[in-house]
């Protein structure tokens, strides 16, 4: 019925969505005691690249025969020899208590027209021929709820290259790009002045977290090249709080008369888009994209970084010595290390040192810098398509962002002179889709991808260099 009603029309098609928001069916798994059969789907994410089917089953005493996806189109379809499995615990019979059972995970065909179906059907098949229905809880009509269901769907420790690209990679990346088209426009709030003709625009996107701001803005403000020169752009990417941070904006703006310029996304973008818009907005020739929780030790940074753009040396991006809050160094530029899989990683030079550690305090080209605190041209930033947005969440960008300048025989340089402190992932801690899920492993396999072949002649030569056909 849902079927008929959705083909109809797009009004028919919003009808069947709300009438399986109002009325869902009753989720229906397979109970069983100690020794009994018992299974359930925990997650069916109807995606136009496949159904991401997650659950669990207890087999006890050998029983289980298959796992079938039903549709009103086609005979059932067997989902057993496409299962991976691994390990996981579920509620016992007794309050507190935990059993072993069998998880697994597939992506099964979406069935035509069946993306918006938010409760999939499906049966356990046991020896005996008997078959029992599995019907899951109704699953997120939000793409970006369906997103962070996607990414916790399966623990992380039981997430290897095959699970990924296989199962969870093909139904994040449908999901994610549904976030993105329904983002909607920003809207702009000026507090103050801003100058008619800046330098450099600092563009800073904020997250939840304003426990720095106020820190923030006074360094900005006791800054004499900034407030003579540079325009400061905030991104708000959680818009609930648009109210609170107008307030807090207004306020700070009574006490050092530094305008701002407040952005305000309609819906949660992720770090990419937000900067993205960001620089739409501003008007200066130089960009500064920089951290909410970044803090600088003393004034001039912004201007000493902008100086260094360009000329002979070709300097296409610049970031500064990061520090945490202990003076230790968190980053003093980007390099690209392999892991036991065959991932690139980003790491950071002499992470963790004291700060006057001598090779920190040596200007030199790296492969990539921090997106914490970076600097590069407007001109730059637009000719390779700024921030690329189909990382999750906010993760890889900045490196991806340095390599793709560097296919513009553009140098990255680290600047060891300029000091600013750097309170490590603040924000991001407070992103439930990153501290739970599988979001860092799908970002680095994308960006492993991408930028294999760039990373591997970069580390072996020293910087990188262009290869013939890279994806920018």
């Not at 009103?72 to 991976?84: H, M, N, R, S, V």
């Not at 207004?250 to 888009?273: D, F, K, S, T, W």
């Not at 300097?315 to 968190?330: H, M």
């Amino acid at each position: 019925m849902l079927r008929e009603i959705a083909k109809r029309s797009a009004a028919g098609s919003a009808y069947a969505l709300e009438l399986q928001l109002r009325f869902p069916l009753r989720p229906r798994r397979l109970s069983g005691n100690l020794t009994a059969p018992s299974a359930e789907i925990v997650s069916a994410l109807a995606t136009s690249a496949g159904t991401l089917v997650t659950g669990w089953y207890r087999d006890p005493v050998n029983l289980f025969a298959g796992i079938e996806a039903s549709g009103p189109e086609i005979e059932p379809l067997d989902l057993t020899k496409a299962l991976f499995t691994f390990p996981v615990e579920v509620a016992g019979p007794t309050k507190g208590s935990r059993l072993t059972a069998t998880g697994f995970a597939v992506l099964a065909p979406t069935g035509r027209g069946a993306e918006q179906n938010l409760q999939p059907r499906f049966h356990l098949r046991l020896k005996s021929g008997a078959r029992h229905s599995l019907v899951p809880h109704p699953q997120p009509a939000d793409p970006a709820q369906a997103r962070a269901t996607a990414l916790r769907a399966i623990p992380a420790q039981h997430v290897d290259q095959s699970i990924l690209m296989q199962v969870l990679r093909p139904a994040i990346a449908d999901l994610h790009a549904q976030v993105g088209n329904q983002i909607g426009r920003h809207t702009i709030r000026r507090i103050g002045f801003s100058h008619r003709c800046p330098k450099a625009s600092m563009i800073i996107p904020l997250y939840r977290n304003l426990e720095f701001l106020r820190f923030q803005i006074a360094a900005f403000a006791t800054d004499p090249w900034i407030r003579a020169n540079a325009e400061l752009v905030y991104v708000l990417d959680s818009p609930e709080q648009a109210q609170e941070v107008e307030h807090l904006l207004g306020g700070l703006h009574l006490i050092y008369g530094l305008p701002v310029i407040l952005v305000v996304m309609e819906r949660n973008g992720g770090y990419a888009r937000a900067n993205n818009v960001g620089v739409s907005v501003a008007r200066g020739d130089v960009l500064a994209l920089v951290n909410s929780d970044i803090i600088p030790v003393s004034p001039g940074w912004l201007e000493a970084m902008a100086s260094r753009l360009n000329g002979r040396r070709r300097i296409g991006a610049v970031g500064p010595k990061l520090l945490f809050e202990d003076g230790s160094i968190q980053h003093a530029g980007m390099y690209f290390s392999q892991d036991h899989r065959g991932y690139w990683l980003n790491q950071h030079f002499h992470k963790g040192m004291p700060r006057d550690y001598a090779p920190a305090c040596e200007e030199r080209v790296v492969p990539a810098v921090t997106g914490a605190c970076l600097v590069t041209t407007r001109a730059l930033f637009e000719s390779v398509g700024g921030f690329t947005e189909d990382y999750v969440v906010g993760d890889y960008e900045d490196s991806d962002l340095c390599l793709k300048i560097t296919m513009t025989e553009r140098k990255i340089a680290y600047a060891p002179d300029i000091e600013l402190y750097h309170l490590e992932r603040k924000s991001m801690s407070l992103n439930s889709e990153y501290m739970r899920g599988i979001a860092w492993q799908y970002n680095c396999a994308l960006h492993t991808e991408r930028w294999r072949d760039v990373m591997i002649a970069a580390m072996q030569t020293g910087r990188p260099r262009k290869i013939r056909n890279a994806a920018i």
